[in-house]
Every structure is written in structure tokens, then in C-alpha cells.
């Protein structure tokens, strides 16, 4: 997929420094921003809903008693 995007001249001087001085094509680095982006709303979704899960049934446990568990400790 080819995607064209419009910058004012300064945006694109900004955006042109930012890649070189990084090692990367704009390309890329529009690439890894836009998958960021992405990962960072998909993150905030699983924390929202577990935080859902917490506050309807608030028990926690620690690493010892989850380690008895699972039967890796006594």
C-alpha cells in the first residue's frame, strides 16, 4: 500500500531532520509512528477493560501465592 501525505514546508523540513538524524527513511518513520500509535490505543484498551474486570471483582494476589498456584512453590 502507497500513502501520500501533505506537509507544509516546515512540518516536512521537521519530519526530513527527524528520519536522518535517526537513521531512517520517512517512509519508516511514518510507518513505526502510525504502528505506535496503534499499539498505544490497543494498550489503553486492555488496561481500560481490565481495570473493568479489577473494580468488579477486586482481589489481587502476590507472586508467592500465584507461584502456589501453579505449583511452582510450596
Not at 37 to 48: K, M, S, V
Amino acid at each position: 500500500m502507497n500513502v501520500s501525505v501533505s506537509l507544509n514546508e516546515a512540518d516536512s523540513a521537521l519530519v526530513t531532520k527527524y528520519a536522518e538524524i535517526h537513521g531512517i527513511s520517512v517512509a519508516e518513520l511514518f510507518r513505526q509512528a502510525v504502528l505506535e500509535r496503534i499499539e498505544d490505543e490497543y494498550d489503553l484498551q486492555a488496561y481500560e477493560q481490565a481495570m473493568k474486570e479489577y473494580q468488579a471483582n477486586p482481589v489481587t494476589y502476590t507472586h508467592e501465592e500465584v507461584g502456589k498456584m501453579l505449583g511452582l512453590a510450596e
